[in-house]
């Protein structure tokens, strides 16, 4: 090892153990979403808000990277972009909670498989990146995948669907917001805390909230739903700075994977033969999708 391969070395091992906690933290969030599976979706949105705030915002401060955030404030293109994040990673969020307390963890899971190929569909749509072959296979897996679920379930396998398409739409839409990951996150939960906070104080007044009035293990886990939502993402958003986009590509799957294991195994969901025919094109189309990503970068290099 010579003197500069060691920094780059060290630089790529720690991304590594950074997107790899977020992945793993991601993974297993499904177990700390369904103590709170008895609270109602919209309730536990809003304290994933709220408590993201000061945990975001400390650590901002710990890095003395505030600066960024102070000139977004003073931006009123960077704050509508931010707002429009901010609605479509809450969209992302809500859904996500709901279908784990509804035990629809499998349809989660298979939305955050799709993902990564929504966003190339979208990059060839709006964008007008060329798709190689490879590319344009694993998309039609991907479609029949999708319209297999839709056949056996009598109907649009919408929790997939909305998952994919939003994290993939706030993906596109976040790379214009002219600040780093760390401090784009807190200026989106800053967007959203004003709306969520009321939501809090009115539920509260109405004697349905739950984060005073059903005791200090609920008040617990309201306020843990910050930390498990921001602390992920600012591993990820220090991770993914550090590594090649082709290693993130492979380790997305990690997480979906997971969360797929623990809907079968732990939570007992059904997985039935069309399920898994539905699921085997997919890891198809993903390992097709991750080997044109791979060659293309070895071609490019």
Known sequence: MTADTAPAENAAARGFAFALSAYLLWGLLPLY???????????????????????????????????????????????????LTAALISINWGVYVWAIAAERTVEASFGYY???????????????????????VAVALAAIAVALLTITAGGLPWVSLVLAFSFAVYGFFRKTLPIGPSQGFFLEVMVLCLPALG??????????????????????LLVGCGVVTAGPLMLYGFGAKLLRLSTIGIMQYIAPSMIFLLAVFVFGEPFGETRLLAFGLIWIAL???????????????
Not at 202 to 216: A, D, I, K, T, Y
């Open 287 to 301: 390992a097709l999708y991750s080997w044109s990503m791979y060659r293309d970068r070895g071609a490019s290099a």
């Open 33 to 83: 979403l369904k103590l709170v599976g008895h609270i109602p979706a919209v309730e536990v949105l809003a304290h994933r808000i709220v408590w993201s705030v000061p945990f975001a915002g400390v650590v901002l401060i710990l890095l003395g990277r505030t600066g960024d955030v102070k000139s977004a404030l003073r931006s009123p293109r960077t704050l509508a972009m931010a707002a």
């Open 114 to 136: 799709i993902n990564p190929l929504v966003s190339v569909l979208m990059g060839a749509v709006f964008l007008k990146e060329k798709l190689s072959r490879l590319q344009m």
């Open 199 to 220: 939501y809090v104080l009115w539920l509260g007044m109405r004697g349905e909230g739950h984060f005073v009035l059903s005791g200090p293990a609920d008040m617990l």
